[in-house]
């Protein structure tokens, strides 16, 4: 057939080139483990990715190799994230908080020849790297921390392999269908699964999150990923900022309050994204300190719900809006995001905040759907709920490697993916999570959203944080507990009766926690990438 469109592969080294030909003047910005700040140019980042690349080309590193990081969010960190790809090798950011056996599960697993690590992590890698097989080398990216690197086998110097590095731009032809990067899944039941990232789908997925409806991200955009380079390649916002020509402010390792509310003042940021609990803190931190957040006119809230509450005080409070965005490992991970729809502008504004407290509509390319327990598709009716079923281009279609026969089981053979969400989606096509499968509550019979009954605790005034986990009931089945974490503040004197008063607007009688069911703790423990870990607290009941 004639007349058709160029065969143009979609490649990660053509993001890169796309910075250096279009953006060179622009700023990329680090903040160091001494607190220092780092500043260059997208022209310097080029030609030092460049070099990187050639190094590792000189190290041996063939296509298709696995080469890991182990490193907070840095200008180096992003010079990986494109040398690797471009290479034809695959990017496998490791996860820095995982428990060490995972750790240990995952470096074999992948297979990574290669581990690049900052000087300030070095001492927890060096605490596994007995177990590690077949890694080469250990390439330390001094980030000016004050303790000296422990020593790890074959250790490089970064800045000493770079700048030994040649500057041809030479890269291999690469099929836009091979893998790129590779991430694991935070692994909460069994081992942790690999998820591949194709050059494609990467590709696809920045420009899916940078379109208006999405998180909009531009040229003109200065954006703080909070959410580590370490959990789903920093939802995909380096790649992104390459391809538009964003301003990136990586925040290094001092992710609480004041230090987080300090570069997004100075340096003017217009859109930051991260989990509900790194935002909760910088709220605790504003209402103690005053900072000037003009210049923010989007907060990405994602990888757990955003409570209502919190997206109203932040709306009302400091004139901050929040974008509800939910993902996953396996979907790359932008999948929705809870944008309102024109018609909606009329709406009264406790509607308004309803919507924009779900998780979304599906972004361009992503197609969700529910189903029952029987795979019958549901209506989107807003109420009627199943488990949720997304596919996409930048979508997994299996995981790495699965050892176990059902390994694979999530991936349906007509071409969906199982996410173990269970939601409901309105008829204007906006999805909201109720819960996990495996954390829904039963009681009497009926199912309760565990993640209903937090956000109503959470909008409770004084109250902090919130995890609602079943406990066994011989008359209930299963009766929910409330684990709940006062502000500074308010701590020793909230009163469960209150917030029991609050669940009864909400909740019947007999799904709402005992008294003696709602335990006040100190903080509710956390996954490895910020999530309410929900198994500690249920082997607590
Ligand atoms: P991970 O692969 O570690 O990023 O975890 C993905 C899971 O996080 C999803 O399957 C959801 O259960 C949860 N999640 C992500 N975003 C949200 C959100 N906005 N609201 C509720 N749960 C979320």
Redesign the pocket.
Known sequence: MKGLMMDYNLTVDRILLRAEKMFPEQEIVSRLANGSIHRYKYGEFFSRTIKLMNALRALGVKPGDRVATFAWNSYRHMEIYFAVPALGAVLHTLNIRLFPEQLVYIVNHAKDKLIFVDKSLSGMLAAQEPHFKGVQNYIVMDDLHAEPAASLPNTLDYEAILSAGKDTIEFPTIEEGTAAGMCY??GTTGEPKGVLYSHRSIFLHAMGISMTDSLAISNRDVILPVVPMF??MSWGIPFACCLTGAKPVYPGAQLIGKPIAELLEKERVTIAAGVPTIWNVLLQHLQKETHDLSSLKTMV??????PRSMIEAYEKKFGVSIL???????TS?LGTVSRLKKHMDTWSEDEKYKVRAK?GMAVPLVEVKIVDDENKDLPWDGSSSGELLVRGPWIASSYYNAETPDGNAAFTKDGWFR???VATIDSNGFME?TD?KKDLIKTRGEWISS?EMENIIMSYAGVLEAAVVGRPDEVRGEAPVAFVVATAEKKGTLDAKGIHDLLSEKFAHWQIPKLSDIRFIDAVPKTS?G?FDKKVLRKQV
């Open positions: 899944t935070s959990h789903v809230v994602g990888g757990s719900a955003a509800h965005a939910w993902g996953m490992t396996e991970p998780q996410t173990g969400d999570i996990r993640v990438v999530k």
